[in-house]
């Protein structure tokens, strides 16, 4: 996919993304929020932040227990790890499922930026067949596709925290920022 292209993907999501926060009866918005609402914060498109990877699949899929954000356990299996390149140093992040028989692969991460630019508990990165795995046998992992969790916006909704194994010691300056009334 051309850059150009891409980017047009991107713009044409957020700005979907902005008008169901806007206009849907579902959204995470309260009613008087969603009549002052300009828009979502993000960065800007940038394709150093975008890979083509391979999963390493673990072998034994460990069972973990995640806890969320009113304080419930939720079970996820650790399903394998990504592993990339930023500024010529190594990082890793862990994919998880909430079952095995799930299509969908969830990255949460929390990296250099949290509670600065963007969300203090994490942002979440969701990778599904259809959409992100190549021809080639690998994933993409775009973090201009990182989005905040429900939880950024209204204490009605329970997140996972993010497991600290998916803590980046290093700023993703990509993807949705902090949320902003």
């Keep these: 996919m051309e850059i150009s292209e891409w980017k047009e993907r991107i713009s044409l999501d957020r700005k979907g993304k902005d008008q169901f926060f806007k206009l849907h009866p579902q959204s995470p918005l309260t009613f008087d929020e969603r009549q002052k609402?300009?828009?979502?914060?993000?960065?800007?498109?940038?394709?150093?932040?975008?890979?083509?990877?391979?999963?390493?699949?673990?072998?034994?899929?460990?069972?973990?227990?995640?806890?969320?954000?009113?304080?419930?356990?939720?079970?996820?299996?650790r399903w394998g790890e990504f592993r990339f390149k930023i500024g010529g140093k190594e990082y890793k992040l862990q994919a998880y499922k909430s079952d095995p028989d799930e299509e969908r692969l969830f990255i949460p991460f929390r990296d250099e930026t949290s509670g600065k630019e963007t969300y203090g508990g994490g942002r979440y990165l969701d990778l599904d067949n259809e959409h992100h795995y190549t021809l080639q046998g690998k994933w993409t992992l775009d973090f201009n596709m990182a989005y905040n969790p429900w939880c950024a916006y209204s204490q009605d909704y329970a997140c996972p925290f993010v497991p600290p194994e998916n803590w980046l010691k290093i700023p993703i300056y990509a993807g949705e920022k902090d949320y902003k009334i």
């Excluded at 993000?42 to 227990?65: G, R, T, V, W």
């Design 37 to 77: 609402f300009k828009g979502l914060d993000y960065y800007s498109p940038d394709p150093d932040f975008m890979f083509e990877l391979e999963l390493y699949e673990h072998e034994k899929k460990k069972l973990m227990k995640i806890e969320d954000t009113r304080g419930n356990e939720r079970d996820f299996l």
